[in-house]
């Protein structure tokens, strides 16, 4: 009885080993996403006793109001906006911004800056540095007011910046445009981030208001498509040289 030819169980292996090795490429690329479990750790940053425990009461906004407070960050916009940063307060208003720092009294300036107006008013917590000035100028002003902690995402990645915000989504809210494109750029921008959890909270949101369109349908069954007939092919392959190798044999004993 004649054995198969080297060559065709060479090409069995290698054909085995090859597509082993596609499923770990795959694996890997699930696994190095942004936020996944197997991704490394950030560093963890000491706490600062006076500046980061500060404890206050508030009911937790649902994510259509978090998407609300986000959307007045448009500079069209006609709320005031304030922004607690590490180094200092920003406040817009009417395309006009006034910073406050250390050096200022902020209580009664702050209240000075939101007092002749009487519109919503949006609190953006970057770091709880200022919070509780900031707090006691609102409380004192009878103002009422949103807050929210900015998502990892949409901050700066640099510590200079002087205005907290990343530059894409200062690029976002510097365009003109309706609730449904700003929430697809919004979410664009969270998962690019790694904050998906957040990103489909919005986009869950707006997927009850309108339907997808036809082109983001077909550009997802096309991607699920191609990792299918990817898959598909590798199996097709190695059932292939598997019926070539056995034919082989078959042949090789008659």
């Known amino acids: 009885m004649k054995s198969a030819p080297a060559g065709l169980s060479a090409l069995t292996d290698i054909a085995a080993n090859l597509f082993a090795l596609l499923l770990l490429v795959l694996i890997l690329l699930l696994g190095a996403r942004p936020g996944s479990p197997g991704s490394p750790a950030t560093a963890l940053s000491p706490i600062d006793v006076e500046n980061d425990l500060v404890s206050v009461d508030r009911t937790p906004l649902g994510s259509e109001d978090l998407f609300d407070l986000l959307y007045e960050r448009r500079q069209d916009s006609d709320s005031i906006r304030i922004d607690l940063l590490n180094q200092g307060i920003v406040v817009t208003s009417q395309g006009r911004t006034a ?4 050096a200022d009294d902020v209580t009664p300036r702050l209240a000075r800056l939101i007092a002749p107006r009487k519109v919503s008013i949006g609190l953006y917590v970057f770091s709880p540095r200022f919070y509780r000035a900031v707090l006691a100028a609102l409380e004192a002003s009878g103002a009422s007011w949103r807050e929210m ?33 700003f929430r697809h750029g919004l979410a664009r921008l969270l998962q690019s981030g790694g904050d998906e959890a957040a990103a489909r909270a919005f986009k869950a949101a707006g997927d009850q208001m309108q339907p997808s369109s036809t082109g983001d349908r077909i550009a997802r069954w096309s991607r699920a498509a191609l990792n299918a007939i ?11 040289v598997e019926f070539c190798r056995r034919r082989a044999l078959s042949a090789a004993t008659t």
């Open 99 to 102: 910073r406050l720092g250390l």
């Open 149 to 181: 902690s900015v998502p990892q995402a949409l901050k700066s990645s640099s510590v200079t910046s002087d205005h907290g915000w990343s530059d894409d989504f200062m690029g976002l809210v510097s365009r003109p445009s309706d609730r449904a494109r």
């Open 230 to 240: 990817v898959i598909l092919g590798g199996l097709i392959f190695i059932i292939w």
